[in-house]
C-alpha cells in the first residue's frame, strides 16, 4: 500500500495548495497543529489500535497536523456534543450516527466542497449516507461509512430445528425461534435505549408491516398496519426472544451470543469479526471454532415488504473549532484511497464505505460469511420515513419513541395503547416549528 | 476587643493596618463569608438562573433560541413521559427514604451496643457511602445483568428458581433493584447520623424507664424516638433531597428503562437537554423539582422547629 506523503496529499487535494508544495514544508497553519478528534469506541479494536498507533502518527508526518484521538461509548457522544457546542469548547473534529448531522447542523463547518470532491473521486456517495449528512443546500458532515446490520445466526442449531435456510417471513422466524426457545437458545434482541442495535430492529420492522411515521408531514403511525406489527411482537417476544433483551445496550448481544446463549440476533458484524479474531477463545459446545458456525442474513419480510436500517457514520468539523481548517485538511487527507483502505480492510466489512466504490474492492472476496454485508446498505430506509430524516426524525429516535412502542407492548401495555402514546408523542414532535 | 489596646500599643504589636481590620468585625464576617457566597454563586446560583433563563427559551444545542414564556412547562406538563418519570420519581424517593430510615434505625441501635470489633464494624459500614456511585453501581449493574448475572447464577445453581430473574429487564423489578441499591448506598448515611443522635441521649433516662418497668420497645418508642427526632428529621431531608434529584445511580443501572419505567426527573431532564440537546425543555423538566424539594424542606423544618419550641 503506497504511504501517502505530504507532497502526494498536497497535489491530489488541491490545486490550490501548489504554494505551498513548492515550499516543500507542511503548510504554515498545520506546523503544529493540534486537532482533537472524538470517535466511538470501535466494535472492531483493531480499528481504533491502527488510528491510534499508525494512521495518526502518519497524520502527523504528512500533514503537520497531530491528532489527538478518544474514543467514547457511542451513547456518550450526544452528551459530549452537546456540552462542547455551549461550552465553545472540545475536539475540533466529532463522529456522529445516524441522522445527528440534522440535529448539530448550526454548530457545523460547512465542508460541502470537500464532499462533493469525495463523491466525484470515489463513485458517489450512497444515498442514506447523503439524506443523514446533507441539511438542506449544504453538508453538515462529511460522509465516512455505514455500519451494516444483519442477523448473525448460528446455522448448527437452526439445522438443528429442521430450518436449514433462514427464515424469511416474521411468521417462520417466530416458529423457529419458537423451537430455537424451547431447546435453550432464544433469540436476543435489544429493546433498550441504546444507539444501533434497538433502531436497526424496531424501524424496519415497522417498516416491513406496511407502518411509517410519517406520510407528507403528517404523522400516520396509528395505523392497522402499525397495531398488527405491535400485536405480533407481543406474542413473538415471549415464545422466541431473550425477555432481558428489554435491559440490553448495542453490547450485551455481543456478549451473548459469543458465551453460546443465543442463537441469533441483528447486529454488526462484530460479533462474527470478534469470534475470527479469536477461534481460540470461541467455541460451540462441540468444541470447534464458533466462527465456523456463524452465517447473516437480512431481516425477514412482513406484509409490507422487506426493509433494512443501516448506520451511517460521519465526521462533523465544528464551529467552535479553532482549526477547522485544518480539520478539514485532515479529513480529505484521511479519506484519500490509500489511507481509507487501510481502516476499512481493518473492518473487515463491519463499516462499508460511504461511497460505491469501495464494493469493488477484494477484501469482500475474501471472506463469504461477510459478502452479504456489502451491499446491504443500498437497500437501507431512513429514520423518520416517509418523510427526510430531519431533525424531528433524529429528535423521535433521541426520545426512543418507535423502540418504546415496542418495549411498552411487550411488557404488557395494550397495543392500541401503546400505539395512541407512541403517535400521540409523534405528533407534538411533528407540530413543532 | 479593639478598645482593648491603645492605636499606638497596636501598632507596635506589628501588622497595623492589617490588625485594624481583622479586627473589625464586619470586615472579618464579609471574608469568611466571601469563599463561600463566590463558590455558591459559581456552582449554585448562577446554573440555577441560568436554569430558569433556558426554561423560559426554545433553545436547542446550537440554537439561542427566543423566549417563550411557560411553554416549556406546558409541555413537560403534558408529557407523557415525563408524568411517569415525575411518578417514579415520587415512587422511588418514598420507598429508598422509608427503607433507609428503618434499617439505618435498626443499623444505629445495633452498633450502639458494645461488642468486639465495634470500631472495625462501624468503619466497614461507611464503605458503601465512602465508594463512588458510579462504581459500585457498576458492579450492580453486572450482578443484576440480564444473562450474566451472579444473583441468577447462584440462585439458580441452589434450585431456588428454573427461570432467570428478570432484575432489570422488567419495569417493577428495574424499579425495586434501583431502590434497593439506593438504600444499600444510603442506609450508611442514615446509620452514622442516628448514631451519632444515641450517642448524646443520657443513659440515665433508659434505666430510669427501666426501672419503671419499661420494656424494649417502650424505651424505644418513648424515650429513644422522641429524642432522636430532631436529628433524624435533618438525616430525612438530607436523604429526600439526594434521592429525589438522583441521577447517577438510574443513569449506570438501568439508563432510565426499560421503556421509561425508571426514568426520574433527573435522568429524563438529561436526556432531553444534554442528550437530545433540547437545553429548553431540560431545563424546565429539571426546574419541576425545585418547587417540590423546597416545599418538602418548608415542611420538615417547620415541623423541626415547632419540635424545638415545645
Redesign the interface.
Request: aromatic share 12%; charged share 20%; hydrophobic share 45%.
Given at each position: 500500500m503506497a504511504r501517502v506523503t505530504r507532497r502526494k496529499f498536497l497535489q491530489a487535494s488541491s490545486a490550490g495548495l501548489a504554494g505551498i508544495l513548492a515550499a516543500r514544508q507542511a503548510p504554515a497553519f498545520a506546523q503544529g497543529t493540534a486537532l482533537g478528534w472524538l470517535r466511538w469506541s470501535d466494535f472492531v479494536p483493531a480499528s481504533d489500535q491502527l488510528l491510534r498507533n499508525e494512521i495518526l502518527a502518519e497524520a502527523q508526518k504528512a500533514l503537520g497536523i497531530k491528532v489527538t484521538l478518544e474514543t467514547v461509548n457511542a451513547n456518550d457522544i450526544q452528551p459530549r456534543v452537546t456540552s462542547a457546542v455551549q461550552s465553545g469548547t472540545g475536539p475540533d473534529i466529532i463522529m456522529t450516527l445516524s441522522n445527528w448531522p440534522q440535529l448539530y447542523a448550526d454548530s457545523t463547518v460547512d465542508v460541502t466542497d470537500i464532499v462533493e470532491k469525495l463523491d466525484k473521486d470515489q463513485g458517489g456517495i450512497y444515498e442514506t449516507n447523503v439524506a443523514v449528512a446533507r441539511v438542506g443546500k449544504r453538508w453538515a458532515a462529511v460522509p465516512w461509512a455505514t455500519v451494516g446490520f444483519l442477523i448473525a445466526y448460528r446455522k448448527s442449531w437452526f439445522d438443528q430445528i429442521g430450518v436449514s435456510a433462514f427464515p424469511d417471513t416474521w411468521e417462520k422466524y417466530r416458529e423457529a425461534g419458537k423451537k430455537l426457545k424451547a431447546n435453550g437458545h432464544p433469540l436476543g434482541q435489544t429493546l433498550g435505549h441504546t444507539f444501533g442495535d434497538a433502531p436497526a430492529f424496531c424501524y424496519p420492522y415497522l417498516w416491513s408491516w406496511g407502518g411509517r411515521e410519517v406520510d407528507e408531514g403528517k404523522v400516520v403511525l396509528d395505523s392497522k398496519a402499525t397495531l398488527e406489527s405491535v400485536r405480533f411482537m407481543t406474542g413473538f417476544w415471549k415464545e422466541a426472544h431473550d425477555e432481558g433483551g428489554l435491559a440490553w445496550d448495542d453490547t450485551n448481544n455481543n456478549r451473548a451470543f459469543l458465551s453460546g446463549e443465543i442463537s441469533a440476533t441483528l447486529n454488526g458484524a462484530s460479533i462474527y469479526v470478534e469470534a475470527l479474531r479469536k477461534p481460540e477463545q470461541y467455541k460451540t459446545e462441540k468444541g470447534t471454532p464458533l466462527k465456523d458456525d456463524i452465517q447473516h442474513a437480512a431481516l425477514p419480510k412482513g406484509p409490507g415488504g422487506r426493509f433494512s436500517y443501516h448506520l451511517p457514520i460521519s465526521h462533523m468539523v465544528m464551529k467552535y473549532s479553532k482549526n477547522a481548517k485544518a480539520a478539514k485538511d485532515f479529513l480529505v487527507w484521511l479519506q484519500l484511497k490509500p489511507m481509507f483502505e487501510k481502516w476499512f480492510v481493518s473492518q473487515k466489512g463491519y463499516s462499508v464505505a460511504a461511497t460505491k466504490e469501495w464494493e469493488k474492492h477484494p477484501m469482500w472476496q475474501q471472506d463469504p460469511i461477510m459478502l452479504p454485508f456489502r451491499s446491504a446498505t443500498a437497500t437501507g430506509r431512513m429514520l423518520g420515513y416517509s418523510g427526510p430524516p430531519d431533525k424531528r426524525a433524529a429528535e423521535v429516535l433521541s426520545r426512543y419513541i418507535i423502540i418504546d412502542l415496542y418495549a411498552k407492548a411487550v411488557q404488557g401495555m395494550k397495543p392500541e395503547e401503546a400505539v395512541r402514546w407512541a403517535s400521540g408523542e409523534l405528533r407534538k414532535i411533528y407540530s413543532q416549528v | 476587643m479593639s478598645s482593648i489596646a491603645p492605636a499606638h500599643q497596636r501598632k507596635r504589636l506589628g501588622g497595623s493596618h492589617w490588625t485594624g481590620i481583622a479586627e473589625n468585625e464586619r470586615i472579618l464576617a464579609l471574608a469568611l463569608l466571601a469563599p463561600a457566597v463566590v463558590i455558591l454563586s459559581t456552582f449554585i446560583a448562577y446554573p440555577f438562573v441560568m436554569a430558569i433563563w433556558f426554561a423560559l427559551t426554545s433553545i436547542?444545542?446550537?440554537?439561542p433560541g427566543e423566549f417563550i414564556g411557560l411553554a416549556n412547562f406546558a409541555?413537560a406538563w403534558?408529557?407523557?413521559?415525563f408524568q411517569t418519570a415525575f411518578k417514579n420519581t415520587v415512587f422511588y424517593t418514598s420507598w429508598a427514604t422509608i427503607f433507609k430510615l428503618t434499617l439505618g434505625m435498626c443499623l444505629a441501635l445495633l452498633l450502639n451496643r458494645h461488642f468486639r470489633l465495634k470500631r472495625i464494624v462501624r468503619a466497614s459500614m461507611l464503605l458503601p457511602f465512602i465508594i463512588p456511585t458510579v462504581l459500585s453501581t457498576f458492579a450492580w449493574r453486572w450482578m443484576f445483568?440480564?444473562?450474566?448475572s451472579v444473583v441468577n447464577w447462584l440462585l439458580y445453581r441452589t434450585g431456588f428458581i428454573t427461570n432467570?430473574l428478570?432484575?432489570?429487564?422488567?419495569?417493577d423489578w428495574?424499579m425495586w433493584c434501583a431502590i434497593l441499591v439506593n438504600t444499600w448506598r444510603g442506609m450508611p448515611f442514615f446509620a452514622i447520623t442516628l448514631l451519632a443522635g444515641l450517642q448524646t441521649i443520657n443513659p440515665d433516662l433508659h434505666e430510669a424507664a427501666a426501672l419503671d418497668g419499661a420494656n424494649a420497645w417502650h424505651r424505644f418508642w418513648h424515650v429513644t424516638w422522641p429524642l432522636l427526632l430532631p436529628v433524624t428529621l435533618v438525616v430525612v431531608v438530607f436523604s429526600v433531597i439526594q434521592t429525589f434529584s438522583d441521577f447517577q445511580l438510574i443513569y449506570v443501572l438501568?439508563?432510565?428503562?426499560?421503556?421509561?419505567?425508571t426514568h426520574l426527573v433527573a435522568t429524563y431532564a438529561?436526556?432531553?437537554?444534554?442528550?437530545?440537546?433540547?437545553?429548553g425543555e431540560g431545563a424546565a423538566i429539571s426546574l419541576f423539582m425545585f418547587p417540590v424539594l423546597f416545599a418538602v424542606v418548608w415542611i420538615q423544618l417547620r415541623y423541626l422547629r415547632r419540635i424545638e419550641g415545645a
Amino acid at each position: 500500500m503506497a504511504r501517502v506523503t505530504r507532497r502526494k496529499f498536497l497535489q491530489a487535494s488541491s490545486a490550490g495548495l501548489a504554494g505551498i508544495l513548492a515550499a516543500r514544508q507542511a503548510p504554515a497553519f498545520a506546523q503544529g497543529t493540534a486537532l482533537g478528534w472524538l470517535r466511538w469506541s470501535d466494535f472492531v479494536p483493531a480499528s481504533d489500535q491502527l488510528l491510534r498507533n499508525e494512521i495518526l502518527a502518519e497524520a502527523q508526518k504528512a500533514l503537520g497536523i497531530k491528532v489527538t484521538l478518544e474514543t467514547v461509548n457511542a451513547n456518550d457522544i450526544q452528551p459530549r456534543v452537546t456540552s462542547a457546542v455551549q461550552s465553545g469548547t472540545g475536539p475540533d473534529i466529532i463522529m456522529t450516527l445516524s441522522n445527528w448531522p440534522q440535529l448539530y447542523a448550526d454548530s457545523t463547518v460547512d465542508v460541502t466542497d470537500i464532499v462533493e470532491k469525495l463523491d466525484k473521486d470515489q463513485g458517489g456517495i450512497y444515498e442514506t449516507n447523503v439524506a443523514v449528512a446533507r441539511v438542506g443546500k449544504r453538508w453538515a458532515a462529511v460522509p465516512w461509512a455505514t455500519v451494516g446490520f444483519l442477523i448473525a445466526y448460528r446455522k448448527s442449531w437452526f439445522d438443528q430445528i429442521g430450518v436449514s435456510a433462514f427464515p424469511d417471513t416474521w411468521e417462520k422466524y417466530r416458529e423457529a425461534g419458537k423451537k430455537l426457545k424451547a431447546n435453550g437458545h432464544p433469540l436476543g434482541q435489544t429493546l433498550g435505549h441504546t444507539f444501533g442495535d434497538a433502531p436497526a430492529f424496531c424501524y424496519p420492522y415497522l417498516w416491513s408491516w406496511g407502518g411509517r411515521e410519517v406520510d407528507e408531514g403528517k404523522v400516520v403511525l396509528d395505523s392497522k398496519a402499525t397495531l398488527e406489527s405491535v400485536r405480533f411482537m407481543t406474542g413473538f417476544w415471549k415464545e422466541a426472544h431473550d425477555e432481558g433483551g428489554l435491559a440490553w445496550d448495542d453490547t450485551n448481544n455481543n456478549r451473548a451470543f459469543l458465551s453460546g446463549e443465543i442463537s441469533a440476533t441483528l447486529n454488526g458484524a462484530s460479533i462474527y469479526v470478534e469470534a475470527l479474531r479469536k477461534p481460540e477463545q470461541y467455541k460451540t459446545e462441540k468444541g470447534t471454532p464458533l466462527k465456523d458456525d456463524i452465517q447473516h442474513a437480512a431481516l425477514p419480510k412482513g406484509p409490507g415488504g422487506r426493509f433494512s436500517y443501516h448506520l451511517p457514520i460521519s465526521h462533523m468539523v465544528m464551529k467552535y473549532s479553532k482549526n477547522a481548517k485544518a480539520a478539514k485538511d485532515f479529513l480529505v487527507w484521511l479519506q484519500l484511497k490509500p489511507m481509507f483502505e487501510k481502516w476499512f480492510v481493518s473492518q473487515k466489512g463491519y463499516s462499508v464505505a460511504a461511497t460505491k466504490e469501495w464494493e469493488k474492492h477484494p477484501m469482500w472476496q475474501q471472506d463469504p460469511i461477510m459478502l452479504p454485508f456489502r451491499s446491504a446498505t443500498a437497500t437501507g430506509r431512513m429514520l423518520g420515513y416517509s418523510g427526510p430524516p430531519d431533525k424531528r426524525a433524529a429528535e423521535v429516535l433521541s426520545r426512543y419513541i418507535i423502540i418504546d412502542l415496542y418495549a411498552k407492548a411487550v411488557q404488557g401495555m395494550k397495543p392500541e395503547e401503546a400505539v395512541r402514546w407512541a403517535s400521540g408523542e409523534l405528533r407534538k414532535i411533528y407540530s413543532q416549528v | 476587643m479593639s478598645s482593648i489596646a491603645p492605636a499606638h500599643q497596636r501598632k507596635r504589636l506589628g501588622g497595623s493596618h492589617w490588625t485594624g481590620i481583622a479586627e473589625n468585625e464586619r470586615i472579618l464576617a464579609l471574608a469568611l463569608l466571601a469563599p463561600a457566597v463566590v463558590i455558591l454563586s459559581t456552582f449554585i446560583a448562577y446554573p440555577f438562573v441560568m436554569a430558569i433563563w433556558f426554561a423560559l427559551t426554545s433553545i436547542r444545542v446550537g440554537d439561542p433560541g427566543e423566549f417563550i414564556g411557560l411553554a416549556n412547562f406546558a409541555k413537560a406538563w403534558h408529557d407523557s413521559i415525563f408524568q411517569t418519570a415525575f411518578k417514579n420519581t415520587v415512587f422511588y424517593t418514598s420507598w429508598a427514604t422509608i427503607f433507609k430510615l428503618t434499617l439505618g434505625m435498626c443499623l444505629a441501635l445495633l452498633l450502639n451496643r458494645h461488642f468486639r470489633l465495634k470500631r472495625i464494624v462501624r468503619a466497614s459500614m461507611l464503605l458503601p457511602f465512602i465508594i463512588p456511585t458510579v462504581l459500585s453501581t457498576f458492579a450492580w449493574r453486572w450482578m443484576f445483568d440480564p444473562t450474566f448475572s451472579v444473583v441468577n447464577w447462584l440462585l439458580y445453581r441452589t434450585g431456588f428458581i428454573t427461570n432467570r430473574l428478570p432484575f432489570l429487564s422488567d419495569g417493577d423489578w428495574a424499579m425495586w433493584c434501583a431502590i434497593l441499591v439506593n438504600t444499600w448506598r444510603g442506609m450508611p448515611f442514615f446509620a452514622i447520623t442516628l448514631l451519632a443522635g444515641l450517642q448524646t441521649i443520657n443513659p440515665d433516662l433508659h434505666e430510669a424507664a427501666a426501672l419503671d418497668g419499661a420494656n424494649a420497645w417502650h424505651r424505644f418508642w418513648h424515650v429513644t424516638w422522641p429524642l432522636l427526632l430532631p436529628v433524624t428529621l435533618v438525616v430525612v431531608v438530607f436523604s429526600v433531597i439526594q434521592t429525589f434529584s438522583d441521577f447517577q445511580l438510574i443513569y449506570v443501572l438501568t439508563g432510565g428503562g426499560p421503556a421509561n419505567s425508571t426514568h426520574l426527573v433527573a435522568t429524563y431532564a438529561y436526556q432531553l437537554g444534554v442528550g437530545a440537546g433540547l437545553l429548553g425543555e431540560g431545563a424546565a423538566i429539571s426546574l419541576f423539582m425545585f418547587p417540590v424539594l423546597f416545599a418538602v424542606v418548608w415542611i420538615q423544618l417547620r415541623y423541626l422547629r415547632r419540635i424545638e419550641g415545645a
